[in-house]
């Protein structure tokens, strides 16, 4: 059974650092397209960033210069290295996999859900 697993929420203050780890099992997370969304209640989810099966890797304008994606093949693990943290980055945090090696942006393409960890920035 495919399954992923977020840890490292947390509260932190504003200008803080955080990092999330997102733990794959029953499939090899190097061979896909992997992501981080997030999510407000009543917004829809947002993608954060992703990274493909080579290791390339993009960003949403609001966190590019301050998050970073990663991923240990070895260990089938993901993880988000949040700095700078700011008020507006509060969300609950998804890691997300889908069925092919290339990102292809928007949460629709994305099959596989963990099932969220809690940020909260205060100011």
């Known amino acids: 059974q495919v399954q992923l697993v977020e840890s490292g929420g947390g509260s932190v203050q504003a200008g803080g650092s955080l990092r999330l780890s997102c733990a794959a099992s029953?499939?090899?997370?190097?061979?896909?397209?992997m992501a981080w969304f997030r999510q407000v209640p009543g917004k829809e989810r947002e993608e954060v960033a992703y990274?493909?099966?080579?290791?390339?890797?993009s960003y949403a304008g609001s966190v590019k210069g301050r998050f970073t994606i990663s991923k240990d093949n070895a260990k089938n693990l993901l993880y988000l290295q949040m700095n700078s943290l700011k008020p507006e980055d509060t969300a609950m945090y998804y890691c997300?996999?889908?069925?092919?090696?290339?990102?292809?942006?928007?949460?629709?393409?994305?099959?596989?859900w963990g099932q969220g960890a809690q940020v909260t920035v205060s100011s």
């Open positions: 029953g499939y090899t997370a190097s061979t896909y397209c």
């Open positions: 990274i493909d099966w080579r290791g390339i890797t």
């Open positions: 997300a996999a889908n069925s092919g090696g290339y990102c292809y942006r928007g949460p629709a393409n994305f099959v596989v």
